[in-house]
């Protein structure tokens, strides 16, 4: 009510002069609303449908980045073994086992 008032009063001290870019900028704003009531819920939606499958391909290169690390891993544990194991091969050299 306060709003209706103060602009009734601003447009009779002609404070305020309606111009044609005023109807213009209420057109605009009430076509933007209107866009926003009618459409905002699907618009909505799709770009969350967008981002879970954003997001699920980035958990799937995660997993496969992690199952890559993983083998890595797994891959260093053997060598480090036989690395151990060379140390008893040289033991065994050393004692000379299968020489006269």
């Known amino acids: ?17 309606v111009t044609p870019e005023t109807i213009s900028a209420i057109s605009t704003i009430g076509l933007l609303v209107f866009m926003v009531k009618k459409y905002g819920a699907s618009v909505g939606e799709f770009a969350d449908k967008l981002n879970e499958q954003k997001i699920a391909q980035l958990e ?5 980045s992690m ?6 891993i797994d891959l260093e544990k053997s060598q480090q ?3 151990q ?5 040289f033991d065994v050299q050393r004692v000379g086992f299968g020489t006269p």
């Open 1 to 17: 009510m306060l709003g209706t008032g103060l602009i009734l009063y601003f447009l009779s001290k002609e404070i305020y002069v």
């Open 67 to 72: 199952k890559g690390i993983q083998d890595a």
């Open 60 to 64: 799937e290169a995660k997993q496969a």
């Open 85 to 89: 194991k060379r140390h008893y091969l």
């Open 81 to 83: 073994a036989l690395v």
